[in-house]
């Protein structure tokens, strides 16, 4: 009986042990909204390896439909409600996270927007940890607390993890970060659900071109549309950075010059109203159709027959790499890290900011020459297949996180 309980402590006292050797790393998140952000530390979170690193989990605000996705493994987050950053509850909340950091032993702190990569550095530095922030546009707004917020980030954080090399050239010309080596680019992965596995596995035999018939026909379905129409979408959340209204521009003279065309709006947000009134203004708004937030956004953009991105500013647009991944031909605006994706004319369509005109003429191109543009697509998905995979940007934080653990702070 002795022997067996020694044998249960050693046992124990090993896994404790091996606990101990994994470097702890504390995740935090501003919420769980669904967004392209969002959506790359979900599946990040699902992804490390957990006999690697110990990995916890705090956020600003529990909520959104992205937390479901990894309830089971985070049941519990500390949340850390702020109202500003100028009052006493960001006192209070900016302790809390300090003895929460002390007393789970966290080693590295991560974070990944732009409210929590400030409170979380804060935090780190005070404490006397490692701080990777993250950084996923080229500016966040032009409002001077942004613009300092920034600032502050990057002098706080030991790493700053971007997403296109856009971004780290812009962070370098500000003069904010000293060392370059401070800056890792680190793309985003492509993400493929698990509930769009039904979608791979019915269409995995199939040509690229009839893959496309059938999401296409699937669409047209749930919009009660004939099969015979044309479809040009958007996948964006409804905001001012987004450009819809040249969209909407774009699409009504389009509307004009071609009858078959309808037009798909995925996304929520602020701007929903406005898009309305301008769509009913424009004489389009029987010819638009808003779907909202949709978790199956990538499905329903492999029916488009042409997916379009009017943003005014970007990071590195997932949107932009789920639609080349499906085959589906792109045109998008030649901002940020756009064009570190698109290479334009060769594997998608590249027009500048605030054009509807250029956007009419690309539109119309690829509706009148679909041999062409399948061609360019079929480009556009092998390149954005064998170099954007989920495995490697797992692969290339994990080597961040090794790297931190073994250099002076």
Not at 118 to 133: D, E, P, S, T, Y
Not at 170 to 177: A, D, F, P, R
Not at 241 to 256: D, I, M, N, T
Request: charged share 25%.
């Amino acid at each position: 009986m002795q022997n067996h309980l020694l044998t249960i402590s050693g046992a124990a006292a090993q896994a404790i042990d091996e606990a101990r050797e994994r470097p702890r790393v504390l995740h935090l998140v501003t919420s769980f909204e669904a967004g392209g952000t969002e959506r790359q530390f979900v599946e990040l979170l699902k992804r490390l390896d957990r006999n690697r690193y110990d990995v916890r989990l705090a956020a600003l605000r529990v909520e959104g439909a992205f937390y479901q996705e990894i309830a089971a493994a985070f049941p519990l987050i500390p949340e850390f409600r702020l109202t500003s950053f100028y009052n006493r509850n960001a006192a209070r909340q900016l302790a809390r996270l300090r003895a929460l950091i002390k007393g789970e032993g966290v080693q590295i702190i991560h974070t990944h927007g732009f409210y929590d990569s400030l409170f979380g550095a804060v935090a780190g530095r005070l404490v006397g940890i490692k701080v990777i922030a993250s950084q996923r546009h080229l500016q966040l707004s032009e409002r001077k607390v942004h613009a300092w917020g920034t600032r502050a980030i990057h002098r706080l954080a030991h790493r700053l993890i971007v997403n296109s090399e856009a971004i780290r050239q812009t962070i370098l010309n500000s003069g904010s970060v000293a060392a370059a080596d401070k800056i890792r680019v680190i793309h985003n992965g492509l993400y493929e659900a698990d509930d769009e596995a039904s979608l791979n596995e019915n269409l995995q035999a199939a040509s690229s071109q009839e893959r496309q018939r059938r999401a296409h026909r699937s669409l047209c379905e749930e919009l009660k549309l004939s099969p015979q129409v044309k479809l040009i979408g958007m996948v964006a959340r409804l905001v001012a950075v987004k450009g819809h209204q040249y969209f909407l521009e774009a699409a009504s003279q389009v509307a004009r010059e071609d009858e078959r065309v309808h037009f798909v709006l995925i996304g929520e947000g602020m701007l929903r109203s406005d898009i309305e009134q301008q769509a009913a203004r424009l004489g389009i708004a029987e010819r638009l159709h808003l779907l909202g937030d949709r978790k199956d956004a990538r499905r329903l953009v492999a029916g488009f027959d042409v997916s379009v991105l009017t943003s005014l500013s970007e990071g590195l647009p997932n949107t932009v790499m789920e639609a080349m991944s499906v085959g589906v031909p792109v045109i998008a605006t030649a901002v940020g890290g756009t064009s570190e994706l698109v290479n334009d004319g060769e594997t998608g369509f590249l027009i500048p900011h605030a054009d509807a005109e250029a956007l009419v003429e690309r539109m119309l191109f690829v509706l009148r020459h679909e041999s062409e543009s399948r061609e360019i697509a079929e480009r556009g998905r092998a390149f954005i297949n064998s170099r954007f995979s989920m495995r490697r940007m797992v692969e290339a934080v994990e080597r961040l996180y090794e790297e931190m653990m073994t250099s002076p702070l």
